[in-house]
């Protein structure tokens, strides 16, 4: 049994093939998923630690990739700080943020205390994993896309309410990105305190924001979080679907991966990113649905693209989609597996 992770040697830019893993939730497009979501919600699930450790280790079982990625959602902060949350399918915040007021009167406890189902299922994944050479991985959401579910209450088209607020009262919307910043920070410090190798930052809906806007009002709190991460040894990596033109802001965040979408092949993406900082991503999740001598021409297009970095993550350029065929999946993670540099 081998301890060696080859994610991790991805991020110390000195792994022997591109390490592969599947955004998120991996396992939602297998049967045996579905079987779960039968007997649970998706929040019973995320709050059921056995079920949820189950659920995190099927994509592993199927395709043996290199990383389990802890089976959560991106807005367990907000109900850490007491907002209340379901999905009618998609999240919605029964009591959304309208002013700072409504901010001010949440509580922000300690995370283990409101959330210590994600942490136990972290345990109980590490153990899972031991000696087995693969990476436990824990994710959040960015204090943006927190921010902008808050305040929005549920997904947006247009994010006018975050939007207005930014420019009506930025100081006061900052003052809110501040305490989620720091929220964030001790959240992903307590994935790590629970077993957690790396951390993933989504900020889903960054790529809403001009460069100038998210310099202002995304990246500053993002990197705070990034800064903290580091003074504990705990890798991050960043993450901004449709953020491509984001890329110089994210880099100057310092992360130490950056998991970028497929909406540029990812030889443009390795000329925006400095060597110093590794790449994760990226071939279209619909791509899986081509024929599998397809999807293996796709995939091998990236590998030789990166084979001169000893820091790229393979990965999908967004998460798995739920009707996704099995054939496709198999086709993309074996590729990676037999690559060779």
Same mark, same amino acid.
């Given at each position: !049994? &081998?301890?060696?992770?080859?994610?991790?040697?991805?991020?110390?830019?000195?792994? *022997?093939? &591109?390490?592969?893993?599947? !955004? +998120?939730?991996?396992?939602?497009?297998?049967? =045996?998923?579905?079987?779960?979501?039968?007997?649970?919600?998706?929040?019973?699930?995320?709050?059921?630690?056995?079920?949820?450790?189950?659920?995190?280790?099927?994509?592993?079982?199927?395709?043996? !990739?290199?990383?389990?990625?802890?089976? &959560?959602?991106?807005?367990?902060?907000?109900?850490?700080?007491?907002?209340?949350?379901?999905?009618?399918?998609?999240?919605?915040?029964?009591?959304?943020? +309208?002013?700072?007021?409504?901010?001010?009167?949440?509580?922000?406890?300690?995370?283990?205390?409101?959330?210590?189902?994600?942490? %136990?299922?972290?345990?109980?994944?590490?153990?899972?994993?031991?000696?087995?050479?693969?990476?436990?991985?824990?994710?959040?959401?960015?204090?943006?896309?927190?921010?902008?579910?808050?305040? %929005?209450?549920?997904?947006?088209?247009?994010? =006018?309410?975050?939007?207005?607020? &930014?420019?009506?009262?930025?100081?006061?919307?900052? *003052?809110?990105? =501040?305490?989620?910043?720091?929220?964030?920070?001790?959240?992903?410090?307590?994935?790590?305190?629970?077993?957690?190798?790396?951390?993933?930052?989504?900020?889903?809906?960054?790529?809403?924001?001009?460069?100038?806007?998210? +310099? *202002?009002?995304?990246?500053?709190?993002?990197?705070?979080?990034?800064?903290?991460?580091? *003074?504990?040894?705990?890798?991050?990596?960043?993450?901004?679907?449709?953020?491509?033109?984001?890329?110089?802001?994210?880099?100057?965040?310092?992360?130490?991966?950056?998991?970028?979408?497929? +909406?540029?092949?990812?030889?443009?993406?390795?000329?925006?990113?400095?060597?110093?900082?590794?790449?994760?991503?990226?071939?279209?999740?619909?791509?899986?649905?081509?024929?599998?001598?397809?999807?293996?021409?796709?995939?091998?297009?990236?590998?030789?693209?990166?084979?001169?970095?000893?820091?790229?993550?393979?990965?999908?350029?967004?998460?798995?989609?739920?009707?996704?065929?099995?054939?496709?999946?198999?086709?993309?993670?074996?590729?990676?597996?037999?690559?060779?540099?």
């Amino acid at each position: !049994m &081998s301890e060696k992770n080859l994610i991790l040697d991805a991020v110390a830019n000195k792994a *022997e093939r &591109s390490p592969v893993w599947m !955004m +998120r939730q991996a396992g939602r497009h297998l049967p =045996e998923y579905r079987e779960y979501k039968e007997r649970y919600t998706f929040l019973e699930l995320c709050k059921t630690p056995d079920a949820a450790v189950d659920v995190s280790l099927q994509p592993l079982r199927r395709y043996d !990739m290199d990383g389990v990625i802890c089976f &959560s959602d991106i807005l367990v902060p907000l109900e850490a700080m007491g907002m209340e949350l379901d999905f009618n399918p998609g999240p919605v915040f029964a009591k959304p943020i +309208r002013s700072i007021e409504d901010y001010r009167a949440l509580e922000i406890p300690p995370v283990e205390t409101n959330i210590p189902h994600i942490f %136990e299922t972290l345990r109980l994944l590490k153990q899972e994993l031991k000696g087995k050479g693969k990476a436990l991985l824990g994710f959040t959401g960015a204090p943006f896309t927190l921010a902008s579910y808050a305040i %929005e209450g549920k997904t947006s088209k247009n994010f =006018e309410s975050i939007k207005s607020w &930014s420019y009506h009262s930025p100081d006061t919307l900052k *003052e809110i990105l =501040e305490g989620l910043a720091d929220l964030v920070a001790d959240y992903v410090l307590a994935q790590q305190k629970a077993g957690a190798d790396l951390v993933q930052i989504f900020d889903t809906w960054a790529g809403q924001l001009s460069l100038e806007d998210y +310099r *202002e009002f995304a990246a500053p709190y993002t990197k705070r979080i990034i800064d903290r991460a580091r *003074e504990h040894n705990l890798p991050i990596t960043l993450y901004i679907n449709g953020g491509s033109h984001l890329i110089p802001a994210m880099v100057e965040c310092k992360p130490d991966v950056i998991s970028v979408d497929w +909406r540029l092949h990812i030889r443009d993406y390795l000329k925006m990113i400095p060597e110093e900082i590794a790449i994760q991503g990226n071939l279209d999740p619909a791509q899986l649905f081509a024929p599998p001598e397809q999807v293996r021409e796709k995939t091998l297009e990236i590998l030789e693209a990166t084979k001169h970095r000893s820091n790229h993550i393979l990965n999908l350029g967004h998460g798995i989609l739920p009707t996704t065929p099995i054939p496709g999946v198999e086709a993309f993670v074996d590729t990676a597996l037999n690559f060779k540099k």
